[in-house]
């Protein structure tokens, strides 16, 4: 996170970026961030519903 804040602001001193630019940037962090990958997790409802539905296929027969 402070790596994507350091880049943005490194662009803004070497003028590769307007400060218009670095604002809209920083307003809206993490929306225009590039630097890291986001995974949406499912609710837990879903993963206690997918869990209901395999568990009888989990079970191993003694």
């Keep these: 996170m402070l790596c994507a804040w350091k880049e ?4 803004l001193s070497s003028e590769e970026i307007s400060r218009e630019e670095y604002d809209k940037w920083r307003y809206h962090y ?10 949406k997790v499912p609710s ?7 869990v209901e539905a395999f568990k009888n296929k989990l079970k191993t027969d003694d």
């Design 30 to 39: 993490p929306k225009f961030d590039t630097t890291q990958i986001r995974a």
């Design 44 to 50: 837990q409802e879903l993963s206690d519903a997918v």
């Design 8 to 11: 943005q602001a490194d662009k």
